[in-house]
């Protein structure tokens, strides 16, 4: 299977006339956040391939439109939260949930760390809470399907792999202990923006390969 990443940067090569003619052959989509979701909708029309995604902590405006049916939402009443036609898409929000795609599992956790009071931040301890809530389809998983899951799909780096000294930019502790027990192929991650091409954007973690999707990236996961 082969996966475009995106994330961060609206990449010319992407938002181009020439998409379907450089990654028409992509059978994914993945979007690890901080980017608006018009160029999301833009893949989707042109590729005509299933995108999935997590909020990062930017272009959150829209965050409310994706929450679960029945949660409540300020500003609508119940009968319109529950009509579920806020927001046209064809990209599918995973944020701490799981999904079965092409017989590939997805896990997606959005966010990043807590540095301000600003939406979708999280402590290490938030986190580690938004984790549990992965638990039963990850156990439903491993019964039925043979393994935990495929591909964990985050904003944050994990910590110590491709963070940054300065806060917003700290990766996750909870990321490490969750690559160590449920042992994904790949943890693909944004937020941490490329400016030289010497830079890293792949490093392995016990099972896993930790790579940054930042502009856009290609994976090809051959036999999971």
Request: charged share 20%; hydrophobic share 40%.
């Amino acid at each position: 299977m082969k996966i475009l990443c995106v994330s961060d940067h609206i990449d010319p090569l992407v938002y181009s006339t020439n998409i379907k003619e450089r990654f028409g052959d992509v059978d994914l989509v993945l979007c690890a956040g901080d980017l608006p979701l018009d160029y999301l909708d833009f893949i989707i029309s042109s590729l005509g391939k299933p995108l999935f995604f997590v909020f990062g902590n930017h272009h959150v405006h829209t965050m409310n439109f994706f929450r679960k049916k029945g949660d409540f939402i300020p500003g609508y009443s119940w009968d319109d939260m529950n009509r579920g036609d806020h927001y046209s898409s064809g990209a599918t929000h995973i944020g701490s949930r799981v999904r079965y795609e092409g017989g590939l599992i997805v896990a997606g956790l959005g966010g990043s760390m807590r540095y301000n009071r600003g939406e979708n931040q999280f402590t290490n301890f938030e986190m580690s809470l938004e984790i549990l809530k992965l638990l039963p389809a990850l156990v439903f998983n491993r019964i039925f399907r043979g393994r935990f899951l495929d591909i964990l799909l985050t904003h944050a780096p994990p910590q110590g792999i491709h963070d940054k000294k300065d806060r917003c930019h700290w990766g996750f502790k909870p990321f490490l202990s969750f690559m160590r027990i449920f042992r994904p192929k790949y943890l693909i991650h944004g937020h941490i923006h490329l400016y030289d091409l010497s830079d890293i954007r792949a490093t392995p973690y016990q099972k896993t390969m930790v790579i940054n999707a930042y502009s856009h990236y290609i994976i090809d996961t051959g036999e999971l």
